[in-house]
């Protein structure tokens, strides 16, 4: 996966880590890139499995963390301009047990380091039907998220929560191959980025997903 740099020694954020394939394909890029890689799920399941993944790839438990949560509670409430804030006073905030799994920490924001310099974002599509979603194609519109407080949003807002939360606005957004490329980019003018690239990922010679990378000048 192309990867812009965003300086030296960065915190990249996986939002939706799942069994952490691209997480560990981060963590695996050199640590003058890529420091530390926060993976972050709502299943602690996920996490360990993604945990056991990184251990067979060989990935140094001192480049990856497991954050146990939700990531829109993470993006509004603990980060503002890729800096930690006190979110200490919340009282909804859940408290999860931190436990150590094949070497590798998982636990809950408690683990949160105090930056975070760029953020990777591949939320659930909307299950086998995405590819039917209208004759148009695919959009940041046609996600749908619940956040931490029970709001709905779609792709678009939370392409909004990670540009506010991250340090450089460096956000890599990981799409179906049927995306509407128009549509995309009105989305991202609206938000406020002007640099986008569209990165198309083949395999055998077929497109199989979209990877978009956005970043201020």
């Known amino acids: 996966m192309k990867l812009i740099i965003f300086g030296s020694d960065g915190v990249i954020l996986d939002s939706f880590c799942g069994c952490g394939g691209n997480a560990i394909g981060f963590a695996n890029l050199k640590s003058s890139l890529i420091s530390l890689v926060v993976c972050v799920d709502i299943d602690r399941s ?3 499995m993604a945990a056991n993944n990184a251990s067979i790839y060989g990935v140094s438990t001192d ?3 497991f954050i146990e949560g939700d990531v829109t509670f993470i993006l509004q409430q603990c980060y503002k301009d890729g800096i930690l804030v006190d979110f200490s006073q919340l009282t909804n905030v859940k408290k999860v047990e931190t436990e150590n799994h094949k070497g590798y920490n998982i636990g809950g924001y408690n ?3 105090q930056n975070i310099d760029a953020i990777f974002l591949s939320p659930p599509w909307g299950g086998p039907s995405y ?5 148009k194609g695919y959009s940041l519109r046609s996600i749908s998220l ?3 407080d029970k709001e709905n949003i779609d792709g678009q807002d939370l392409l909004i929560l990670a540009k506010n939360a991250c340090k450089t606005k460096l956000v890599v957004y990981f799409l179906p191959r049927n995306v509407n490329g128009h549509d995309i980019g009105k989305s991202v003018w609206r938000v406020g980025y002007k640099d986008m690239e569209i990165e198309k990922n083949m395999l055998n010679g077929k497109l199989k997903t979209v990877t978009m990378y956005l970043t201020q000048s």
């Open 46 to 48: 996920k996490l360990k």
């Open 63 to 65: 480049r990856i963390v």
């Open 111 to 113: 683990l949160l380091p």
């Open 131 to 135: 590819m039917n979603d209208n004759k």
């Open 146 to 148: 619940q956040t931490w």
